[in-house]
Nanobody
Framework: QVQLVESGGGLVQAGGSLRLSCVASGRTFSSCAMGWFRQAPGKEREFVAVISRSGGTTSYTNSVKGRFTISRDNAKNMVYLQMNSLKPEDTAVYYC????????????????WGQGTQVTVSS
């Protein structure tokens, strides 16, 4: 199975930047589309970004377009989320997710999940 571990979260001021990392274990990582989701207190888990198996295709939710960039390095079993121009409304626990067959925007479509990393943006 694929195990995912996120890191890189922290506390930043509005307008600042963070880069989240997700390292995967397992032979099938390169066969998985990988996504980032986030969940704020009292809210449902929200799609943020997804990247195809080869890294050739990406998709983002409208609220982060132009500010966030998802990327991957299959040789290192790593997925990244570069977050720039952060806003207080970006505050949430960020999760890395993957699946062999699904690459959409619903959290229910992904079988593999990390434990999450906290991102807090102060105003």
């Amino acid at each position: 199975q694929v195990q995912l571990v996120e890191s890189g979260g922290g506390l930043v001021q509005a307008g600042g930047s963070l880069r989240l990392s997700c390292v995967a274990s397992g032979r099938t990582f390169s066969s998985c589309a990988m996504g980032w989701f986030r969940q704020a207190p009292g809210k449902e888990r929200e799609f943020v970004a997804v990247i195809s198996r080869s890294g050739g295709t990406t998709s983002y939710t409208n609220s982060v377009k132009g500010r966030f960039t998802i990327s991957r390095d299959n040789a290192k079993n790593m997925v990244y989320l570069q977050m720039n121009s952060l806003k207080p409304e970006d505050t949430a626990v960020y999760y890395c997710a993957g699946d062999l067959y699904y690459s959409g925007t619903s959290s229910h479509g992904y079988n593999y999940w990390g434990q999450g990393t906290q991102v807090t943006v102060s105003s």
